[in-house]
């Protein structure tokens, strides 16, 4: 479509080097369906870091900053407006930028390790195949292209577990948290990790496993990429 065209091409006149990174430290992304169980283990991974005294932080998306803070009030149903695919799309990409620049790139170049929950493989896994195609998307992303995580780590698990764990812990499900929608979801982030000529870093781990196994996969996963 024309909107987007006008909109990559502005995407690409930007300064590119305030999202260069280099490889002074870690960036990990923890991905998989709601409810699989990845913001706990990125927490509780992150904890175990720092007790050996690496520096690492969490970081997740939608992010605490102004848009991610639009993001989250949206997805609990607190606007009377709805958005379609592409402005819900672009929404993220906005807060994805701003989290890059402000939180990720700079630690990064610091020696800072990032742990993260989630990062543009959710945008594909939930949006992709409406109005927006993988290609759309990358190609609005490409100027971040240099500055790709080490790894993602999809923790996979099926819809009916992991709405199951959210219910037993009486969370408030999200407008879209629902088994057919998540299925879909689930089957795009495993057609990702196929994609190896576009997603190198991409890594499937068991969800269904205990919470101590997860961490400890996503811990050894983590222990590989120290230099």
């Known amino acids: 479509p024309n909107k987007l065209l006008l909109i990559k091409h502005k995407i690409q006149v930007m300064s590119f080097d305030m999202y260069k ?3 002074n430290a870690i960036w990990m992304v923890l ?6 169980g990845k913001t706990s283990v990125g927490r509780e991974v992150v904890e175990r870091l720092t007790a050996q005294d690496k520096s690492v932080d969490f970081l997740f998306e939608p992010s605490d900053l102004p848009i ?6 949206y997805n609990k149903g607190d606007y009377e407006v709805t958005l379609n695919s592409v402005e819900y799309f672009l929404m993220f990409t906005a807060d994805r930028i701003m989290q890059m620049r402000t939180n990720i790139i700079p630690g990064l170049n610091n020696g800072v390790n ?3 929950d989630r990062h543009v493989y959710a945008s594909i896994a939930y949006q992709g195949g409406e109005d927006l195609s ?5 190609s609005i992303h490409s100027f971040l292209s240099e500055s790709r995580p080490n790894k993602c780590v999809i923790i996979d698990a099926p819809p009916e577990v992991t709405l199951n764990r959210a219910h037993s812990r009486g969370e408030k499900l999200e407008v879209f948290e629902t088994n057919p929608f998540l299925t879909k979801v689930r089957a795009n982030y495993l057609e990702l990790a196929r ?5 190198p870093e991409i890594e499937v781990i068991d969800g ?8 400890q996969n996503v811990l050894s996963i983590y222990k590989r ?3």
Do not use: Y
């Open 21 to 23: 990174r280099n490889d």
């Open 31 to 36: 991905e998989g369906i709601d409810g699989c």
């Open 68 to 73: 991610g803070r639009l993001i989250r009030q």
């Open 114 to 116: 990032k742990i993260e």
């Open 134 to 138: 993988i290609d759309d998307m990358l």
């Open 195 to 199: 994609r190896k000529d576009l997603f």
């Open 208 to 215: 269904t496993a205990s919470f101590e196994e997860v961490t």
């Open 225 to 227: 990429l120290e230099k």
